[in-house]
């Protein structure tokens, strides 16, 4: 592998997103969301102005939760495909360059662009509140950051895998949203109607296991047990064991799954 | 056609190639895209490679890129295979023009040289030399966007010449282009040809290739049916000749029953004009015979067999 290849390609795509405002308009998206959260997210209680990082945190995780996979399979859902029914993936593999170099460049130049759009996003939140922010709880909000890139890479790698196995971009995009719908709105619907309806009896042992088995599920572990207070505001914290809990472990399984979407992708683009 | 038409006094030997492409096949299920194809490109070579649409002339091309990979057979260039690891190395040997070239319309045109120098590792220094050699200079800095459809083309014809490649494959390049433009790129093209570049180019303008290719192979149906110079295509065909002879009104009727006792193919007279149509092989005869009638004969004029006509004789 030459990476001068791949860095050639990820820089593209890269400079494309900052020419065309796609990252400035993602990252200031964040930015007034996130404020919004912090200082109206208590609004129904009756309050308003910031109150405590884990509230805000809590909030913005069940924001991102939505936001992130939608702007991640936006983005990358005709990284390959585009270019195939634009008629320039041709040119392109005539180049000296394998088709693992032009896949990985394209992952990385956007996620690049994603990645720098969510820090600077969120980034600027912390700046606003950092005077009402201790150590601890800027520790927290960093948590929350890097996770939710980890959130944007692992739907990214999903996106481009699509990108590479539908037919044309309309098919492509079509399955994006039901990629989306499944992951975001069905799967936590599947499985609390699968334990309602053996009364909780069996299952519930692997529930937390297939729980892993969808990267925004991943993402919301992440944040609720790494915030002590919040555990109990989520009747999730009952049912999940601490043990698989573990920061490490849930990392190590985002990173599955950005790999193995983009293993496939590159595995199916070679053949 | 059963078998392969070659031209014997030019068919190459295969030592020498820089292209080589022996026994290549696509098939596509029960679909013979490309099946069984033979060819050898000898180095400073201007090739033409012809067809109708689905004949499998640009399957072949992009088997040849090594961007589809062959059922059978084998594709070399410079003695290399173009798939597999040594690939990196054809690869920079090669500059391609796609068949209607896409560019990326948000890059200007010296960006979008500069994008594809990296990718063929060729310094960006070149680039501005290159946009005034395919008279693009005045638009570098405008986005491909801006274009038009002429300027695309030149600017794809400027990106396949990065790197001072050795080998070009120009897919059907002067569409979108005008007269002139068209007399200029083939003035590049003969500067590269006589620098030993060799040049593999499709194209349906016929007449347009006819002109100036060194060779060509027809394609149908996945097979090279004929393969040759043009020239030696129109005697391996053996195509009728055209001899258009202007005489004086007076004259009209003797020459008409002179030329028309020679064992010609067809005759049309009419308006002051004979047109006698006759097999190579009678050709000196009919001279022969316009010579006895002397000053009878106001001009003369003769029409060898088209490239379209060797065409349409394989494909029908």
Redesign the interface.
């Known amino acids: 592998m030459?990476l001068?290849?791949v860095a050639?390609?990820a820089g593209?795509e890269f400079w494309?997103r900052i020419?065309?405002r796609w990252v400035l308009a993602v990252a200031l998206v964040f930015t007034v969301f996130a404020l919004v959260i912090a200082y109206f997210g208590a609004a129904q209680q009756g309050a308003v102005g910031f109150r405590s990082i884990e509230v805000t945190i809590a909030s913005l995780v069940s924001l991102v939760i939505y936001l992130i996979p939608l702007i991640a399979l936006v983005l990358g859902f005709d990284a390959i495909v585009g270019e195939r029914e634009?008629?320039?993936l041709?040119?392109?593999?005539?180049?000296?360059?394998t088709r693992f170099e032009l896949i990985l460049g394209k992952y990385l130049g956007l996620a690049g662009a994603l990645a720098f759009s969510t820090v600077a996003g969120f980034g600027l939140v912390a700046l606003v509140l950092s005077a009402q922010l201790d150590l601890n709880a800027l520790f927290h909000y960093f948590g929350f950051m890097a996770s939710s890139v980890l959130l944007g890479m692992a739907f990214l790698s999903l996106a481009v895998m699509l990108s590479v196995l539908a037919a044309d971009r309309t098919r492509a995009s079509g399955l994006a949203i039901a990629m989306w719908f499944f992951f975001v709105l069905v799967f936590d619907l599947l499985l609390l109607g699968a334990l309602v309806v053996t009364g909780g009896q069996y299952g519930g042992d692997i529930f937390p296991w297939l729980l892993l088995l969808n990267p925004a599920d991943v993402f919301r572990i992440l944040n609720i047990f790494t915030l002590d207070d919040v555990r109990t505001l989520y009747g999730l914290a009952t049912v999940f064991p601490p043990s698989l809990a573990e920061p490490w472990l849930l990392t190590a399984v985002m990173l599955g799954w950005i790999a193995a979407p983009l293993g496939i992708a590159s595995w199916r683009f070679g053949k | 056609m059963e078998s392969t038409i070659q031209a014997a006094a030019e068919a190459p030997a295969s030592a020498g190639a820089v292209v080589r492409v022996r026994g290549a096949s696509k098939h596509y299920g029960a679909v013979r895209a490309v099946d069984g194809v033979d060819l050898a490109v000898q180095r400073g070579e201007l090739f033409g490679l012809i067809g109708h649409n689905g004949a499998g002339k640009s399957t072949l091309f992009?088997m040849m890129?090594?961007?589809i990979p062959a059922t059978a057979g084998e594709i070399a260039i410079d003695g290399a295979p173009v798939s597999g690891s040594g690939?990196?190395?054809v690869?920079?040997k090669?500059g391609?023009l796609?068949e209607?070239?896409?560019?990326?319309d948000?890059l200007t045109g010296l960006e979008t040289l500069h994008?594809?120098a990296?990718?063929?590792?060729v310094p960006a220094a070149g680039c501005g030399a290159l946009l005034e050699r395919v008279g693009l200079a005045h638009a570098a800095g405008r986005r491909v966007r801006e274009y038009s459809k002429g300027m695309r083309q030149r600017l794809?014809f400027a990106?396949a010449l990065l790197g001072r490649p050795q080998i070009l494959f120009l897919d059907e390049p002067t569409t979108g282009l005008d007269p002139e433009a068209i007399r200029e790129f083939y003035v590049i093209l003969r500067g590269l040809r006589a620098e030993g570049v060799t040049v593999i180019i499709t194209s349906h303008i016929l007449a347009e290739i006819q002109e100036r290719v060194d060779r060509l192979a027809i394609m149908a149906a996945g097979k090279v049916q004929a393969l040759g110079t043009v020239q030696a295509l129109r005697e391996a065909m053996d195509l009728p000749l055209w001899f258009d002879v202007r005489v004086a009104d007076s004259d009209f009727t003797a020459v008409r029953d002179a030329l028309g006792s020679l064992p010609v193919a067809a005759i049309e007279a009419h308006d002051g004009r004979v047109a006698v149509q006759v097999r190579r092989e009678s050709k000196m005869a009919v001279f022969a015979a316009l010579a006895t009638l002397g000053e009878r004969v106001l001009d003369l004029h003769v029409r060898e067999p088209s490239l379209e006509d060797v065409f349409f004789g394989f494909s029908d």
């Not at chain 2, 209607?100 to 990326?104: K, R, S």
């Open positions: 030459e001068s290849q050639t390609i593209k494309d020419r065309n634009r008629g320039s041709d040119l392109l593999l005539s180049m000296p360059i | 992009k890129l090594g961007l690939f990196r190395a690869r920079r090669i391609y796609p209607n070239v896409v560019l990326y948000n994008f594809f990296k990718l063929k590792s794809g990106q």
